[in-house]
């Protein structure tokens, strides 16, 4: 069964760091590309950040960019978010996603992502 589970989220102050994790099982991560996406309450999903399948390539929305750093652990299939300087603004639902890819890219469109994981919830408050 093909799964992605996230772990690592939480509350933390402002200014704090959080480091994301999404394990696969069922299929193994060296063949696709991944993302991460967040939604907020009344907000749209967006892209937070994403890397290329073979891991040469990332990329990261603006908002996050200096302070987000995606990485992956094709070994253990594992896929990590570091979030450093947390803002109120980053609070929401994060979520991991794969795709099978056509192309040595990142991939920014939800809608071109395969498999999803359920996520881990992110607050950021005082």
């Known amino acids: 069964q093909v799964q992605l589970v996230e772990s690592g989220g939480g509350l933390v102050q402002p200014g704090g760091s959080l480091r994301l994790s999404c394990a696969a099982s069922?299929?193994?991560?060296?063949?696709?590309?991944m993302g991460w996406f967040r939604q907020a309450p009344g907000k749209e999903r967006e892209f937070v950040a994403g890397?290329?399948?073979?891991?040469?390539?990332?990329d990261y929305a603006d908002s996050v960019k200096g302070r987000f750093t995606i990485s992956r652990d094709d070994a253990n299939n594992t896929v990590f978010l570091q979030m450093n300087s947390l803002k109120p603004e980053d609070t929401a639902v994060y979520s991991c996603?794969?795709?099978?890819?056509?192309?040595?890219?990142?991939?920014?469109?939800?809608?071109?992502?395969?498999?999803w994981g359920q996520g881990t919830q992110v607050t950021v408050s005082s």
């Open positions: 996603a794969a795709e099978l890819p056509y192309s040595y890219r990142v991939y920014k469109n939800p809608n071109e992502y395969d498999h």
């Open positions: 069922g299929f193994t991560l060296d063949y696709y590309a």
């Open positions: 890397i290329s399948v073979n891991g040469g390539s990332t």
